[in-house]
């Protein structure tokens, strides 16, 4: 179910007045969101994320990384209803050397050069982020978690440049949130969500479930 966690009615397709997840149940209320976007390192979801992450996109650099384009382009929207168009640049793989790829590079490096903003980018085109520097990330946001740990089930993944830009990334971002996780489902040891987060993270940086 993709509409916003912390929405407890008027979800289409619903009867009005029908809750979903309500509060006293403990499992989506805004604390739990508010909670996800200050732990250094949290599981959340995606649409939930996007209205929270507003305020540290206006300060500092908000970097959701994906893997599939279709559901980017369609997520993408919904970032710049709530942040402003100017304030969301999408960069994917496989976009070309024609003009439009080259005004895609523009305003990435516009962006970067800012300090501020959100910047949607596959985990292909990671590299388009070379010579970023961490500190200036407020929140790393990985959409699609469960897809990207699968890429990591390769011995080689681990070893390409785009991964170990993207623990760099990590490792000096404010916070990173995952989305789209199944970090319980996979078990506490040896699941591909935990290898990922281990990979990016250490061992001794705690993950908080929501």
């Keep these: 179910f993709n509409w916003p966690l912390d929405q407890t009615s008027g979800v289409p397709g619903l009867p009005?007045?029908?809750?979903?997840?309500?509060?006293?149940?403990?499992?989506?209320?805004?604390?739990?969101?508010?909670?996800?976007?200050?732990?250094?390192?949290g599981s959340g979801k995606t649409y939930s994320m996007c209205r929270a992450a507003v305020p540290i996109?206006?300060?500092?650099?908000?970097?959701?990384?994906?893997?599939?384009?279709?559901?980017?382009?369609a997520s993408c929207a919904d970032w710049e209803a709530s942040c402003g168009k100017a304030d969301v640049v999408c960069y994917l793989d496989g976009l070309g050397k024609d003009e439009a790829a080259k005004e895609a590079?523009?305003?990435?490096?516009?962006?970067?050069?800012?300090g501020h903003g959100v910047i949607f980018i596959s985990i292909e085109s990671f590299l388009m982020l070379n010579g970023i520097?961490?500190?200036?990330?407020?929140?790393?946001?990985?959409?699609?978690?469960?897809?990207l740990a699968s890429k990591?089930?390769?011995?080689?993944?681990?070893?390409?440049r785009p991964f170990r830009l993207l623990r760099d990334v990590a490792q000096g971002a404010e916070r990173v949130v995952f989305t789209?996780?199944?970090?319980?489902?996979?078990?506490?040891?040896g699941g591909r969500c935990h290898r990922l987060h281990t990979y990016l993270l250490g061992p001794t940086v705690p993950l908080c479930i929501f």
């Design 105 to 114: 590079k523009r305003q990435l490096r516009e962006m970067i050069k800012r």
């Design 180 to 189: 789209d996780a199944d970090f319980e489902s996979d078990g506490r040891e």
């Design 16 to 41: 009005e007045g029908v809750s979903v997840m309500p509060a006293p149940m403990g499992l989506a209320t805004p604390m739990t969101i508010g909670s996800a976007m200050v732990t250094p390192c």
């Design 133 to 147: 520097e961490p500190s200036k990330v407020g929140l790393l946001l990985l959409e699609e978690t469960s897809e």
């Design 152 to 160: 990591m089930l390769s011995e080689t993944c681990p070893c390409v």
């Design 57 to 73: 996109s206006k300060k500092k650099l908000v970097i959701v990384t994906t893997c599939n384009r279709l559901f980017t382009r």
